[in-house]
């Protein structure tokens, strides 16, 4: 008879998958917005059309950032990660 994870054991490991993936979030929306400031230095790796598109993208890459960032350390606390 196999054993089972006790609940607080499925809690941190549902904690610790969603807080993976709200990083791996974090890290294509900056991958979108670095590539973009590439191709505007000339680099051609994708395109911004101009100054404007690549202020918002950064901004856009922040507000992401900051809630995902928010929501690895609400999940965090649920799941009683501890660091």
């Known amino acids: ?3 089972q994870p006790s609940k607080a054991e499925m809690k941190k490991t549902i904690a610790v998958a969603i ?5 791996f ?7 979108d917005v670095i ?3 590439m191709n505007m230095a000339g680099l051609n790796v994708d395109n911004f ?3 404007a598109g690549a202020g918002l993208a950064i901004v856009v890459a922040i507000v992401i950032t900051l809630i995902c ?3 690895i350390y609400y999940i965090s606390r649920w799941g009683g990660v501890e660091e």
């Open 1 to 3: 008879m196999p054993l």
């Open 19 to 23: 807080g993976g993936a709200f990083g």
């Open 25 to 31: 979030i974090i890290a294509l929306i900056w991958r």
């Open 35 to 37: 590539i973009g400031l």
């Open 49 to 51: 059309e101009d100054a």
């Open 69 to 71: 960032v928010l929501g």
